[in-house]
């Protein structure tokens, strides 16, 4: 008697540029954990490419139909440079758009810092740092860690650890508590509008959770 075989999920792909490799690894890890869920309604893939340039990342791609592709890049400080830099990149996701293979950009930032986004994940975090470095404690304290450095923290094989004590719903509470920061902003009306992209030049805030929320939502895990 021939075993009947099990139905293949459908696909659902998100495309991502990211700034370093602690994006990227969080990304892998989140497809993997989405992909083990029980009762997931889609398998997961999540194409990421460490490449800061949006139209770097385009160019070494092949497409064929439309296709959304989100940055994650940070928001570094309210100077004259930081935030001529920081345009800089929407600049180039609306160059990426314009090389005609059927791309929409979509923005993910953190500001001020991608570090921002693990600290939720445990934790609300509304202090308003000035530099990335200034996360280590938090950090620490957070995951029960007693990094001495920014880069012993990044290390793949400490970063990679954190990540693997991490859950999904951990990761809904990170969307819950992004969203909380983000309601404080809109309270002060300070939204941003660059080549219409939206984001608050307020610290802290971010819009990852945004893309990270429709994932969940789309493979139904949320």
Known sequence: ?????????ENRV???????????????????????????KYKVEINSKVEKDPTQRVKGMTIVDKVV??????????????????K???????????????????????????????????????????QPGNYLTPINNAFGEKFQSMDEYKKERNFKRLLENLTLQDVKDAIQRA???????????NKQNYRDFEYYSNNPSLSIHEHIKKILQECGVM
């Open 1 to 9: 008697m021939a075993i009947p075989k099990k139905n293949k999920k």
């Open 14 to 40: 998100f495309n991502f540029s990211v700034e370093g490799s602690t994006e990227k690894w969080y990304l892998d890890w989140l497809k993997k954990k989405i992909n083990t869920c029980e009762g997931v």
């Open 69 to 86: 592709i989100t940055h994650l890049y940070d928001y570094e400080g309210n100077a004259s440079n930081q935030i001529q830099q920081f």
């Open 88 to 130: 800089s990149i929407m600049d180039k996701m609306k160059e990426a758009e314009n090389m005609g293979k059927k791309v929409t950009y979509q923005m993910g930032y953190s500001n001020l810092s991608f570090d921002l986004w693990m600290i939720l994940h445990k934790r609300i975090c509304k202090t308003s740092y000035i």
């Open 179 to 189: 969203e909380e920061i983000q309601e404080i902003n809109i309270c002060q009306d």
